[in-house]
Nanobody
Framework: QVKLVESGGGRAQPGGSLTLTCEVSGIKPSIYIMRWYRQVPGKEREMVAFITRTGENTHNIDSVKGRFTISRDNDKKTLWLQMNSLKPEDTAIYLC???????????WGQGIQVTVSS
């Protein structure tokens, strides 16, 4: 059974930091591209960052560049999103995603709430 389980969310003040963790089981992470998405009620789900299978390359959307860092450890089957300089507009449910590099296999975590407010 494939599971992606997010943790580390919660509430932070503007300018604060949180680190999200996604623990993966039931698949071999090294053959999956990993992504973090976020969703705000009433808006489309938005990809925040992705990281290639080996972790060699990453990409962040413009609104989080310089503030968020995606990383992974395939041996630990873990994906992270370090979020610094948080802004109220970062408030959302954050979800991790695993997409097989050569097929349409695609898995999602259940999501975790991040709230940025003073």
């Amino acid at each position: 059974q494939v599971k992606l389980v997010e943790s580390g969310g919660g509430r932070a003040q503007p300018g604060g930091s949180l680190t999200l963790t996604c623990e993966v089981s039931g698949i071999k992470p090294s053959i999956y591209i990993m992504r973090w998405y976020r969703q705000v009620p009433g808006k489309e789900r938005e990809m925040v960052a992705f990281i290639t299978r080996t972790g060699e390359n990453t990409h962040n959307i413009d609104s989080v560049k310089g503030r968020f860092t995606i990383s992974r450890d395939n041996d630990k089957k873990t994906l992270w999103l370090q979020m610094n300089s948080l802004k109220p507009e970062d408030t959302a449910i954050y979800l991790c995603n695993a997409a097989h590099y050569a097929s349409d296999l695609n898995y999602w975590g259940q999501g975790i709430q991040v709230t940025v407010s003073s």
